[in-house]
DNA sequence: AATACCACTTACAGCTTTTGTAAGGTTTCC
DNA sequence: GGAAACCTTACAAAAGCTGTAAGTGGTATT
């Protein structure tokens, strides 16, 4: 089943928000706090978040643009503020969606379905990292308006880099990310690898992007979008 | 550059619309006749179409629908009539957005490029048949929530089978299609191949999927989502 | 400046996956 | 019942992927 959150304040309309979706066949929930939305969805892994604008403390465009940077999921706009300079700074900021409160029940849900075809977890299990598009499961990478698919290993680590993106990702990590344990495996494997990978990038245009940190660990560089 | 393409019999709108788009920096064209608007689509290769409701002849619902069984580009529709009912009706078909006229350019602009995003080229270099969908770069065939990874033989089969859904396609396509000649092929390797395609298609839940028709060829055959 | 350490690169060989050949079985139609 | 068309399985060659090995180059510390 697919997964909605739903980020969204005002109590009484969270409620029916939920219970809305759930009556459509979706599995709905929204959480009550607002410290940690990010780590909370993060944990969720939904399908699509419905997204408020107006939260206690940060804005929900804040929200949105720092979810877009990595989201996988869609994420459609809820607001009372229905101006259409809202709507563009929305669409501007990666939302999937933008509709005025109050909204139809019907409408929102045949929205919501269209997201939720076009984002088909299978169809494009894709990670994002700046200009930078990963498949999951083909580990076909996608820049501007070339693609290039890497090997399994190859992949791997650039799942790693990507999902930790824009922090350094530890040698120990990759490795065990990679050979289940961090023990009896030369770490020079990792090395030919990541010479490997970053030969393939530059073929697409890539170059310079996966950064060494004497001593630590590697990390992807690319000039955010 | 992306290709938009403006399905619209108001030839005013039509220029003004195109006019739009090319201010945007996209290469916006519109047929002027609706007679044969499938095969000019299909040569036209767009990326997004605006789609006009209330076309001469055919209604704008049924060319959506038709388009979206086979289509690898986004769909807007675009119309005076902007009821609620109007709204899901054109969802429901398969549309990926619906704006009311008169909009406000920097609306539709908004739209479009979001839609264009999505629809990325490379990333979902996708032919769609049914309830399929093949990405042509990975051969990662989809279907409902399972996916599968073709070999590239059996990958440019399925291709071939889903770009003509749902119509036949000839040994000698199929033949010529994959070894560049139909001569001194034996026409064994076709069967091996469809062998184990079918093989791997039942693995996802897709069982008498690639039907034969004696002495002509074979043909793809699933409900229609 | 010498040393130790870390990172990079290339070549090679084993392994896996993919592909076509061959051969025998099954279905269909007259 | 027999021929033609189609299906299936097994096998071996080819291609691609992966880890080992060994050597080079760069950097930090003394």
Chains 1, 2 share one sequence.
Not at 50 to 69: F, M, T
Not at 80 to 106: N, W
Not at 136 to 155: N, Q, R
Request: one cysteine or more; a negative charge.
């Amino acid at each position: 089943m697919q997964r909605i959150v739903i980020v969204e304040d005002d109590v009484y309309l969270r409620e029916e928000l939920i219970h809305t979706f759930q009556k459509a066949g979706y599995d709905a929930s929204g959480p009550a706090s607002f410290e940690s939305v990010e780590e909370e969805l993060k944990a969720l892994r939904p399908d699509l978040v419905v997204l408020d604008v107006n939260l206690p403390g940060k804005s929900g465009y804040e929200l949105c643009k720092l979810l877009k940077a990595k989201a996988s999921f869609a994420i459609l706009i809820l607001t009372a503020r229905d101006t259409l300079s809202d709507e563009l700074t929305a669409l501007g900021l990666g939302a999937d969606d933008f509709l005025a409160k109050p909204c139809h029940p019907d409408r929102l849900i045949a929205r919501a379905r269209r997201l939720l075809k076009t984002y088909d977890r299978q169809l494009c299990a894709v990670l994002r990292a700046g200009p930078l598009s990963l498949d999951t499961d083909t580990y076909k990478l996608v820049y501007s308006d070339k693609f290039l698919i890497l090997a399994e290993t190859e992949g791997k680590i650039m799942r790693l880099l990507m999902e930790r993106y824009p922090h350094i990702v530890g040698k120990g990590e990759l490795l065990s990310g990679l050979w289940g344990t961090e023990e009896f495996v030369d770490e020079n494997i990792l090395q030919v690898n990541m010479s490997r990978l970053r030969k393939n990038l530059s073929e697409i245009g890539l170059e310079n992007v996966v950064k060494n940190i004497r001593g630590k660990g590697y990390q992807l560089e690319v000039e955010r979008l």
